[in-house]
């Protein structure tokens, strides 16, 4: 899977693209929309502060054709977002040459059978940071070893209906692959089937059964690692937008534990929406695992976004912040808005909406840690607040991320996933100057603790660039940057003066 899953996710993908383009085009040709762009870039990085006396200032020379393909053909919509950057880096002897790097986002969504049949498809390809103690990745232009490319796919095909107009039901199968060109690295794979019945009609009272089994596994792990769980629930709803629920379930599971054995779980949660754009979730579980909980709060205005998210629980790779998916702002918000909109066409359109709102990238990295190889209990907290007026946009995120591992001593798997606490921060402000330019500053700093490990490293970058629409089809920008990395493994600064020429098709 490592040598031919990553290579392949790419081209089978635009192809896919390619076969949903044209039956598109034969349907509803309006409803298709293809957009290509190129962005050419040249830099000069000065590197100083290594232990190793790699020091000195290279070029980097970056050539990223993208595509992005959007629309709707009868029951099959979707999107997808590509681009192929080719790097080539001279001046230093450690870093000289060239590199191809992939970028993937892609969502698909099939209904097979009106109203009754469905298939959820996600992809993804990103380079991320192969160790959380190591260099963050950045934008993937600057030479780093603690980088590799990643390649995630997943395909959901699921049943929903109604038995006689008592209840609702949905029955799913979810398979999630993911791999890494770096051999050093844990490849994962998982699958789950579930099955949900509810009450089919709103009222006072509620219920619902949820049925599952769960299986994942590691390459670096001897034996996969398996989980089951029914679980039952009860809601009342006093009020229309408020809903009080509670959960009793038997959960059976060989993760953390030498033998597989049975616990009781139960949990509450209060959900508050007295407004379209206000959300209040609250809830806790007690799991095999411990305690898990969940809160999720958010409110919009016209030029505001205020959210904020506590969630612990366990991690075993297949979600938005797990391994090998894209961890960028568009990912992040695509999976925020899908409560809001759950068609991936008009998802995609409010995602670009927001983004432009907002002046900001949808490559643009978060704070979100490293690869994964093993299971673990995951406890972050995010923080963002996002404003915007007809010429400005501001915003500022932080985040709390506590790692702890899953060790299977049946299996005798080994800790490659050292228990961590990571914090990250960052603050973004773009303004516009004149009707075609604007100027952006950005600043942020994380950083990762371990008690297993001993010390920790920390990174504080800040930049400023500014950006002029030479038409409407061409713009240009200048940045200028620096980052610094301070810690036991090679620690470093970097001065960087940065120049690109963006066109679209």
């Known amino acids: 899977m490592r040598r031919r899953f990553p290579a392949a996710l790419g081209p089978a993908l635009c192809a896919v693209a390619a076969v949903s383009a044209h039956a598109q085009a034969q349907?509803?040709?309006s409803g298709l929309r293809i957009a290509t762009a190129a962005e050419l870039g040249q830099s000069l990085v000065d590197v100083s502060g290594r232990a190793d006396g790699s020091n000195g200032t290279e070029a980097v020379t970056r050539v990223a054709p993208s595509l992005r393909v959007t629309g709707r053909s009868g029951g099959l919509s979707g999107s997808l977002n590509y681009t192929l950057a080719g790097i080539y880096r001279t001046g230093r002897e450690q870093s000289a040459g060239g590199e191809i790097q992939n970028t993937l986002d892609g969502n698909l969504l099939a209904e097979l059978v009106r109203g009754q049949a469905y298939v959820d498809g996600r992809a993804s390809i990103s380079q991320q940071a192969i160790s959380a103690f190591g260099r963050p990745v950045g934008d993937g232009s600057a030479f780093n070893r603690n980088r590799t490319e990643v390649s995630t796919v997943s395909l959901s095909p699921y049943l929903r209906g109604e038995l006689g107009g008592v209840a609702r039901y949905e029955a799913r199968v979810t398979g999630t692959l993911s791999a890494s060109r770096d051999p050093a690295t844990a490849?994962?794979?998982?699958?789950?089937?579930?099955?949900?019945?509810?009450?089919?009609?709103?009222?006072?009272?509620?219920?619902?059964?949820?049925?599952?089994?769960?299986?994942?596994?590691?390459?670096?792990?001897?034996?996969?690692?398996?989980?089951?769980?029914?679980?039952?629930?009860?809601t009342a709803r006093p009020e229309p937008d408020l809903a009080v629920s509670a959960s009793a379930g038997i959960e059976r599971s060989d993760f953390g534990s030498p033998v597989r054995r049975d616990f009781d779980t139960y949990g509450l949660s209060v959900r508050w929406t007295p407004s379209p754009r206000t959300l209040a979730e609250v809830g806790a579980e007690e799991r095999y695992f411990g305690r898990a909980h969940r809160v999720n709060l958010s409110y919009r205005t016209?030029?505001?976004?205020?959210?904020?998210?506590?969630?612990?629980?366990?991690?075993?790779?297949?979600?938005?912040?797990?391994?090998?998916?894209?961890?960028?702002l568009y990912s992040v918000l695509f999976q925020q808005f899908a409560s809001r909109e759950p068609d991936p066409v008009l998802r995609d359109l409010l995602v670009q909406q927001e983004l432009r709102a907002?002046?900001?990238?949808?490559?643009?990295?978060?704070?979100?840690?490293?690869?994964?190889?093993?299971?673990?209990?995951?406890?972050?907290?995010?923080?963002?607040?996002?404003?915007?007026?007809?010429?400005?946009?501001?915003?500022?995120?932080?985040?709390?991320?506590?790692?702890?591992?899953?060790?299977?001593?049946?299996?005798?798997?080994?800790?490659?996933?050292?228990?961590?606490?990571?914090?990250?921060?960052?603050?973004?402000?773009?303004?516009?100057?004149?009707?075609?330019?604007?100027?952006?500053?950005?600043?942020?700093?994380?950083?990762?603790?371990?008690?297993?490990?001993?010390?920790?490293?920390?990174?504080?970058?800040?930049?400023?660039?500014?950006?002029?629409?030479?038409?409407?089809?061409?713009s240009a920008g200048v940045r200028a940057g620096y980052t610094r990395f301070d810690g036991n493994n090679d620690p470093s600064r970097e001065t960087s003066l940065a120049a690109t020429l963006s066109l679209t098709f």
């Open 187 to 234: 490849d994962s794979k998982s699958a789950l089937a579930q099955l949900t019945m509810a009450s089919a009609r709103p009222g006072l009272l509620g219920w619902s059964l949820l049925a599952s089994t769960q299986r994942a596994s590691f390459s670096t792990a001897s034996l996969p690692i398996q989980n089951q769980r029914v679980n039952g629930t009860l």
């Open 302 to 328: 016209p030029r505001t976004l205020w959210t904020y998210a506590d969630v612990r629980d366990v991690n075993d790779g297949s979600g938005v912040l797990g391994i090998g998916e894209t961890a960028t």
């Open 27 to 29: 349907a509803q040709g």
């Open 358 to 474: 907002l002046g900001r990238t949808g490559n643009e990295r978060l704070l979100v840690g490293s690869l994964l190889s093993s299971l673990i209990v995951q406890r972050r907290q995010d923080l963002a607040v996002f404003w915007t007026s007809p010429r400005s946009a501001f915003s500022l995120q932080a985040s709390r991320s506590q790692v702890r591992q899953l060790a299977d001593a049946s299996t005798l798997r080994p800790i490659l996933t050292p228990d961590s606490t990571q914090y990250g921060y960052s603050a973004g402000f773009s303004h516009r100057l004149t009707p075609t330019a604007s100027v952006a500053l950005d600043a942020s700093r994380q950083s990762t603790r371990s008690e297993s490990v001993g010390g920790g490293t920390s990174t504080t970058s800040v930049g400023i660039g500014l950006t002029e629409r030479l038409g409407p089809r061409a």
